[in-house]
């Protein structure tokens, strides 16, 4: 198992109503990074405000930071985290084929949904920034959403135990999810996103082939060329080039 990052803080609950507004609430008082993690949720959320049930047994925890650097660059940390999480499986895992990302924040095992990423942001920090930034994280370790839980056309979600047999508890996966954070976080703030989007982009699910993005007001149907240095999606479609900074992704 890997060892706790140092300057990171610690936090272990036994329930919580979200561990992001768990974080909302100790972000003002705290002096570096913490990691927030809780056995149960009882108003866990996803996306645009979307209600998220965890079933006993799976991962929900929030790191909260106080980022440098512009609003923009802030939100490039998804990418960061979606790259710990899929470093944390192969830890525990080993070099397993079918992990991938899904563009913008989301981890697939085998064609179907691991883990989402979701990222809050409060405040004005002092360089014109955010204040800080909570990074919330749910993984399916040992049992998958019902299927009523689900949005229409969401990928079908799987479980690291399905998938690989392998039985992992949050506790153990927050140590290896940390250790990798600390690492990839290091390397986005002394060399900026360039690094993290080579390694994004290597571990992406459909890269090259044809895609649908969607959002409230439009439909874009185009080949998954690559993501832009500021983490926008770039298609190629019928009528050129677009990048698309925010969408639901269909296959």
């Not at 329930?15 to 768990?22: G, I, N, P, R």
């Not at 939100?75 to 991938?100: H, K, M, N, Q, T």
């Not at 691991?114 to 014109?128: F, K, V």
């Not at 993984?139 to 229409?152: G, K």
Request: aromatic share 8%.
């Amino acid at each position: 198992m890997s060892d706790w990052p140092e300057g990171y803080g610690r936090c272990l609950l036994d329930e919580v109503d979200s561990t992001l507004d768990e974080a909302a609430r100790r972000a003002p008082t705290l002096s570096g990074p913490e990691w927030i993690l809780a056995k149960r949720q009882t108003k866990g959320r996803g996306r645009r405000g979307r209600a998220w049930k965890e079933p006993t047994g799976n991962f929900a925890a929030t790191l909260v930071l106080r980022p440098k650097g512009s609003a923009d660059q802030v939100a490039l940390r998804s990418f960061v985290a979606a790259l710990a999480v899929y470093d944390a499986c192969i830890a525990l895992c080993g070099e397993v084929p079918g992990l991938a990302l899904k563009w913008p924040n989301d981890v697939l095992f085998n064609g179907g949904k691991l883990a989402g990423i979701l990222l809050e942001s409060a405040g004005r920090g002092n360089d014109g920034g955010v204040s800080h930034l909570s990074i919330g994280i749910g993984v399916n370790l040992i049992e998958t959403p019902m299927q009523e839980w689900l949005e229409p056309g969401a990928v079908w979600p799987v479980s690291l135990l399905s998938e690989t047999g392998i039985q992992v508890t949050p506790e153990v996966f927050l140590g290896e999810l940390a250790a990798a954070y600390a690492r990839l976080e290091a390397q986005f703030v002394t060399y900026g996103f360039e690094p993290i989007r080579t390694a994004w982009l290597s571990r992406a699910a459909r890269l090259g082939e044809v895609v649908t993005a969607r959002t409230m007001t439009s439909e874009t149907e185009g080949t998954f060329e690559t993501i832009d240095a500021s983490g926008n999606l770039v298609l190629n479609t019928a009528k050129g080039r677009i990048s698309i900074p925010a969408a639901d992704i269909f296959f």
